[in-house]
């Protein structure tokens, strides 16, 4: 009968929910610019009968539901961000908002939010102990440390204590109908750097008077390659990219600086602290090497997601119970992607999910791509998943 249930109550406002993404699409905002999506979170929150707090890291929203019986308190979270990026899709809800795109799914994240809380508002003879929908900003602000560990030291887990936390990403590597996830690592520490290399400009016709930090950055670049080849284990995978080397400004100049950014992905706290310690060798020494001197600005960001066994089993189960044991996927390995959900999961035993979308024969555009697009059936897929999967938690 419950299954029964969720189906119905989603099923009757798919539409609504679709109306919701909608919306956010049409009117995204950056991270820790999100001010009029919090404001439309609260206010429907608040006209669904839901209890509502506002004021976690300026614009973070939590809305509480407190069922009919005892039992434990379920965080179910939702980032709200866009991207600094333009929109390329021609469709009735582009963007309004000039070089800001959600390409990243946050807009439907949001609206299986409110989705959730539509129909759980008339559950609550189903809910055993509490239901908290954490709708957070900032997901893609790495570089300031991500909205999550925000909200909780803004005590978003406390008032009622959370016991578990549920989260989720609509995936384009399943199929529209499936939902996977895994105990253990899901997904990979997430760590951005600067490198500040300094030389000595010169006339191009002059590079032996000079410092060349266009040469020592290029060497920087070929050497920081060697790090996961020959100082990480094998079977421990791990990622350093550079992606931004910016340097000079004019073609028969050799400038006085230059500086490279990039990532680092990795799966365990030992290796995430190796790559670091390496990566320092690295630069600073090459740059000595070469005559110049070389600074390294890393922020231990995201940390790895690590799924809660017991919780991972209580949504296999939901999955299955909901969508049929062939739309449960175990995922093999961990995504090398970021997601600063993992700090919940550092803090309450939590369990992160994938929401697929992808369709045989129609092309698929991944996130952060400006052609990002998904088929809005998966919200109410995802809707449905995380409330049996909140409803079982709360009683187990």
Known sequence: MLN???????????????????DFHMHPEPSRKEIRTSERVARLLEELGVEVKKGYYN???????????????????????????????????????????????HDGHTAIGLGIAKVLIQMKDEIHGNIKLVFQPAEEDAPNGGGAQHM??????????????????????????????????????????????????????????????????????????????????????AVVSIGVFNGGTRYNVIPEEVKLEG??????????????????????????????NANLHYKFSYPP??????????????????????????????????????????EVPSVYMFLGYAEEGKELYAPHNPRFDFNEKVLGIGAKVLIKTALNLGRS
């Open 152 to 237: 909780i030291k803004d005590g978003a887990l406390e008032e009622p204590k959370v016991d578990y936390m549920v989260g989720a990403h609509i995936w384009p590597k399943l199929k529209l109908g499936q939902v996977g996830t895994k105990s253990g690592v899901l997904m990979a520490a997430s760590d951005p750097f600067t490198i500040d290399i300094k030389g000595k400009g010169i006339h191009a016709s002059l590079p032996n008077m000079g410092v060349d930090p266009i040469l020592i950055g290029s060497q920087i670049v070929t050497n920081i390659n060697t790090i996961i080849s020959r100082n990480i284990d094998p079977f421990e995978p």
């Open 263 to 292: 990532t680092v992905r990795s799966f365990s706290e030992g290796v995430r602290e190796k790559i670091h310690d390496r990566l320092k060798s690295v630069v600073e020494e090459t740059a000595v090497a070469l005559g110049g």
């Open 305 to 346: 997601l690590m799924n809660d066994e017991k919780a991972v089993n209580i949504a296999k189960k939901s999955i299955e119970e909901l969508l049929g044991e062939e739309n449960f996927v175990r995922v093999n390995r961990p995504e090398p992607g970021g997601e600063d959900f993992a700090y919940f999961a550092k």
């Open 59 to 105: 614009t973070g929203v939590v809305g509480i539901i407190k069922g009919d019986k005892e039992g434990k308190t379920i965080g179910l979270r939702f980032d709200m961000d866009a991207l600094e990026m333009e929109e390329m899709n021609d469709i009735p809800f582009k963007s309004q908002n000039e070089g800001v795109m959600h390409s990243c799914g």
């Open 4 to 22: 029964e249930k969720i189906h119905g109550l989603v099923d009757e406002i798919e539409d609504w929910i679709i109306d919701q993404r909608r």
